[in-house]
């Protein structure tokens, strides 16, 4: 590449001969990521804003009409993120972008938008087909619209990455990514098509659209453990150079970003719905309060309270989660798999924080309540403690040096991404045992996290620092011993 043409892709532009200017496509994905991660967050709302009637009790409630919206949640949030991975996986390839590029990329967002109102139709109607139908022909469009920016993509080869370009195996590559793309929408395609004819087999391949890139993987390890290596694949050494980039995992910064949106969406959300059911119609504050708007909020009280602490749990779970990066140098497949289940119980928080603001007031369905905003807590906690686990297991590839084993920061990490799952668990027990003081409980947690958060690091110092001592202790009694013992005669250590 020459001086000038290197100086233009650096800034974002790349000639083309007889054609408008290209760009990079950084933005483009800057926006495409922040949009799924979106769309993937909103789909809580219809689940979040499901109507309780007072006198209904929230255990039968959660049986009849959230259970089920929370499975089709879980799993339309992990087709959302699949189809996310497969969009990363696209732009690996197409490097520039020009303005038809751009505009089908924009017919491919303008259809994940819409999701949301399928996956509502979903959730409010599972049993009809209708719904299932069109969130799986979207699915199908999107995927669609991804094989022919491909397409477009190779028919201009100035396009591509670099190592493509200079391949004369193009089509090795166009193969190989249109694999990536269209699994996904090949499934959806079954799914549509057996949503009029047998539902549940619907959402057993909707489900394998989740789980079918990790099953696939987990059948090429299993035959090159059984066979060995393919003959094939050594012959094409360079080829699967790229290709192999394109299967590993994504990068941290990606999963990052991604992360990131999700968690500023959700705590977005929740100020929606303080401004949504929280503000006093006017009349009312006139006739009921005599004109006295301070006196007619003080009645949402516990719906502040509880926008405030579920606002706090997300804020802290997100500075665990940025802690946890901190420290990580690569990301797994397995570590993205977990940091993906993490954020579909993040994404549960504005169903904890609706549930605790509805029956905040003293009813039967207030321990309920708070024991679904644990165990959301609980599970949006946990999977970041297991991506921090299974980044221990090959911490050499995965960790920076002071969060492994024996650093200086991996007791710190431990307590830190230990703290959430102990008290929410801690928390959840409480309010079955003393069950009268489960809305005491709940809130006292929530104002007690992060003043722990702050004395964490202290509270790990004096503990450390007293193991050591108490080890130095136990070595110096030992060596006392032995000194003693080296000190005696024979015929005395006998006797």
């Not at 804020?315 to 690569?330: D, E, P, Q, R």
């Amino acid at each position: 590449m020459s001086a000038p043409r290197a100086e233009e892709r650096g800034r974002g532009l790349e000639p083309e001969p007889g054609s408008c200017s290209t760009q990079t496509s950084h933005r483009l994905l800057a926006y495409s990521d922040a949009l799924l991660s979106i769309i993937a967050t909103v789909m809580i709302l219809p689940v979040a804003h499901t109507k309780i009637h007072p006198d209904q009790k929230l255990g039968e409630s959660v049986q009849q009409l959230l259970l089920a919206k929370i499975a089709v949640y879980l799993m339309t949030f992990l087709i959302v993120t699949v189809a996310w991975a497969a969009h990363v996986r696209l732009f690996q390839v197409i490097e520039l972008i020009d303005d038809v590029l751009a505009l089908l990329n924009l017919a491919c967002m303008m259809i994940i938008t819409f999701l949301p109102y399928t996956f509502s139709l979903m959730a409010s109607f599972p049993e009809v087909p209708f719904g299932i139908f069109l969130f799986s022909v979207c699915a199908v469009v999107i995927g669609l619209i991804q094989a022919v920016i491909v397409a477009y993509g190779f028919y201009h080869p100035h396009l591509l990455n670099q190592q493509i370009q200079e391949s004369e195996n193009q089509n090795f590559y166009k193969r190989h990514i249109l694999k990536i793309i269209l699994r996904g929408p090949v499934l959806c395609f079954l799914a549509a098509i057996f949503s009029f004819f047998f539902i549940p087999l619907s959402y057993v391949l909707l489900g394998l659209v989740i789980i079918f890139p990790h099953l696939t993987r987990f059948i090429k390890w299993c035959k090159t453990k059984i066979v060995g290596q393919r003959d094939e694949e050594e012959e094409h050494h360079s080829l699967e150079t790229f290709t192999f980039y394109l299967s590993e995992p994504l990068s941290k910064e990606r999963v990052e970003a991604f992360s990131d949106g999700v968690y500023a969406i959700v705590a977005t959300l929740l100020i929606l719905d303080i401004c949504e059911d929280n503000v006093p119609d006017p009349r009312e504050v006139e006739e009921k309060f005599h004109g006295s708007l301070l006196e007619a909020l003080s009645e949402y009280g516990p719906n502040y309270l509880a926008y405030f602490g579920s606002f706090v749990t997300i804020g802290l779970l997100w500075f665990v989660h940025h802690s946890l990066f901190l420290y990580v140098t690569k990301a797994t497949r397995l570590m993205g798999l977990l940091n993906i289940l993490s954020l579909a119980f993040i994404g549960g928080l504005p169903l904890a924080y609706q549930l605790t603001s509805e029956f905040a007031e003293k009813s039967h369905n207030e321990i309920e309540a708070i024991q679904v905003s644990c165990v959301i807590t609980f599970f949006a906690s946990i999977f970041q403690f297991a991506i921090w686990t299974t980044a221990l297991l090959n911490e050499r590839e995965t960790l920076h040096p002071f969060a492994r084993y024996g650093g200086k920061e991996h007791a710190f990490m431990f307590a830190k991404l230990a703290l959430y799952p102990c008290v929410s668990l801690g928390t959840f027990f409480l309010t079955c045992l003393l069950s009268e003081f489960s809305t005491a409980i709940f809130h006292l947690m929530q104002i007690v996290i992060p003043f722990a958060f702050l004395a964490l690091r202290i509270f790990v110092r004096i503990s450390l620092t007293v193991v050591k001592t108490m080890m130095s202790l136990s070595r110096r009694k030992v060596v006392l011993l032995e000194e003693e013992e080296a000190c005696l005669s024979p015929t005395e250590t006998l006797s």
